[in-house]
């Protein structure tokens, strides 16, 4: 059976260096917002994808969490050739 699958997409502000002042020669950096992205099984505790998440990965401004199309219609499917399995004289 095909497990339950949560994709996980973080905005995550970052940096990188960006050379060195002008005025006083300290090293500047430019801050951009990038978009990271994981899969999760349904069955990961929600604290265990936050830590995911979170380390190594700057500031997270947003999370967005979503049930997989492509594994939550496989699912439909194996559901509906069990059910029809079962009961194969009622039309689905």
């Known amino acids: 059976m095909t497990e339950k699958l949560y994709v996980v997409t973080a905005d995550i502000m970052d940096q990188e260096p960006d050379g060195v002042s002008h005025e006083d020669g300290s090293r500047v ?5 990038a978009k990271r992205t994981w899969a999760f099984p349904a069955s ?23 049930q997989d199309r492509v594994s939550a219609k ?9 059910s029809k399995a079962k009961h194969p004289d009622v039309e689905l």
């Open 44 to 66: 990961t505790p929600i604290g265990d994808i936050m830590e995911e998440v979170e380390i190594g990965n700057g500031y997270v401004m947003n999370i967005t969490i979503t």
């Open 29 to 33: 950096f430019r801050t951009y917002v």
């Open 74 to 82: 496989k699912i439909v499917e194996e559901e509906r050739a069990a």
